[in-house]
């Protein structure tokens, strides 16, 4: 079974079992999926896994952001939805890599491209994205960057 077939069927095991944030969540990113394959025009053949999880990957950066502003806007009744939200997307994605790991994997990827300064960010990033397979939160990973070039 292909990942969009597996969010399908957990879709209507939610809508069976009544659970309306998780089966609007998987409605919503199913939705995501069709547009994604329409854009792609593989309407027939489908997605590929990594495709669909890089959907999933954007999904998850729109809860994230929605979040840091309801929270901002002391809206905690709205954010807590986008963090249930949030927590069914994941459920689809590989395990993210810890941030010990992004860090050796950073100071891995700076030896390698003789980044010195804050101008060499940009190579630095685009080497942890190919070494982690977009495993990595690229907030957390910035952040990690920006720290060891300074």
Do not use: W
């Amino acid at each position: 079974m292909d990942l969009k077939e597996k969010i399908q069927k957990d879709m209507i095991t939610a809508l069976k079992s009544k659970e309306e944030i998780k089966s609007s969540t998987l409605r919503m990113l199913l939705a995501a999926i069709n547009n994604g394959e329409i854009g792609a025009r593989k309407k027939d053949e489908g997605l590929s896994k990594e495709e669909i999880q890089k959907i999933i990957k954007s999904e998850t950066k729109k809860r994230r952001d929605s979040i840091e502003a309801y929270e901002k806007a002391n809206r905690t009744d709205l954010a807590e939805k986008e963090k249930k939200e949030l927590s069914f997307l994941k459920e689809y994605l590989p395990e993210e890599i810890s941030d010990k790991e992004i860090e050796k994997i950073t100071g891995e990827a700076i030896a390698d491209t003789g980044a010195h300064s804050m101008q060499d960010f940009g190579s630095v990033m685009k080497e942890i994205v190919k070494r982690t397979g977009g495993q990595a939160d690229g907030k957390k990973v910035s952040e990690i960057v920006k720290k060891l070039l300074n």
